[in-house]
Nanobody
Framework: QVQLVDSGGGLVQPGGSLRLSCTAS????????INWYRQAPGKQRELVAS???????TYQDSVKGRFTISRDNAKNTAYLRMNSLEPEDTAVYYC?????????WGQGTQVTVSS
């Protein structure tokens, strides 16, 4: 069965950096759009960044210039590099792979930004 595994979260001080990883198995990874979502306590899940199969990327305005989404199709892995982290970035981050009606989710990884 299809599996997405998120990793790389943790506790970091404001201004710090983290890199999240999302490794997929049993999907044709290269054709999928890969999305990173996040959900903070008491808030709705929101889309943070997307990587389209053709190479394009999009970002939520609040993370532009700080976060970078990338992918290595040979490794079936996507990444979210997060720099200049702020307390408002604290959330559980989820990887999502989307292609037509097919949508798969990782289990989530906690990111906490605090001094």
């Amino acid at each position: 069965q299809v599996q997405l595994v998120d990793s790389g979260g943790g506790l970091v001080q404001p201004g710090g950096s983290l890199r999240l990883s999302c490794t997929a198995s049993r999907i044709a990874f290269s054709i999928f759009t890969i999305n990173w979502y996040r959900q903070a306590p008491g808030k709705q899940r929101e889309l943070v960044a997307s990587s389209q199969s053709g190479g394009g990327t999009t970002y939520q305005d609040s993370v532009k210039g700080r976060f970078t989404i990338s992918r290595d199709n040979a490794k079936n892995t996507a990444y979210l590099r997060m720099n200049s982290l702020e307390p408002e970035d604290t959330a559980v981050y989820y990887c999502n792979a989307q292609w037509r009606q097919n949508s798969y989710w990782g289990q989530g990884t906690q990111v906490t930004v605090s001094s």
